[in-house]
């Protein structure tokens, strides 16, 4: 998948510092001999009796592998002025020049795995948000994982141009030529809230306004969000939203598809 203008993308609104009290512990996974960063919050250090799982994908501006960029944007900073949330959160770090997709995307997978089989995670209650780049990662590993996500959270990411790379090997234009509701046909019966700023100059928000639609047709659960005047930062807002985690997590794996 190539984005445009994707580079340092998630930087230029500067970097956020995540507080040393934090409750961050780094480990590492390793898929294909290549070891892969990443992060795990708990609450306060510790975890309740199987908790609800969330793997976090940063944007392009984040990636390296320094274990810290990631932890400068989006969910991660929230997290750090929020103890009171409950979830277990999972934070990869994407290497240079790579995206979420092919050996990272299932380094990412692997990380959540692990971290899941650790703590006793509650397999009904995974979760997964992504941001710019990683809201582009979130569409492609809701295809790829259709029955593992009980709700996601995309926000500033879409699907095109080349969105679709990653699934080259299913993916017929002849069978459908929209790759909107090719995807929105293919990720299974997971809730979406999808956000977005009406004036991102970077991921157009045309992206999310399509995605929205071609799941709207389909009678898929879908929640829109789009911040008038907001840039390429909407994961500013919606990080804030008061409605998202209780949102998020009062889905359960299956319920939705009981419900369609």
Known sequence: MRIPTMAALSCVLGLAT???????SQRTVTVNGHAYPYQVY?????????PPVVLFLHGSGERGHDNQKQMSQGLPPWLAKHPEFRGVVVIPQAPKRTEWRGETAAAAMKALEDTIKA???DRTRIYLTGLSMGGYGAWELLVQYPTTFAAAAVICGGIQPDGLEAFRHVYDRREDPDAFAWVASHMGATPVWIFHGSADG???VEQSRQMNQALKAIHHEVRYTEYPGVGHGSWLPAYDEPDLWPWMFSHRLGDAKKKR
């Open 42 to 50: 708990t609450p306060d250090g510790k975890t309740e009796a199987h």
């Open 202 to 204: 970077s991921v157009p």
């Open 119 to 121: 703590v006793d995670g």
């Open 18 to 24: 995540v507080p040393a009290h934090a409750a961050f």
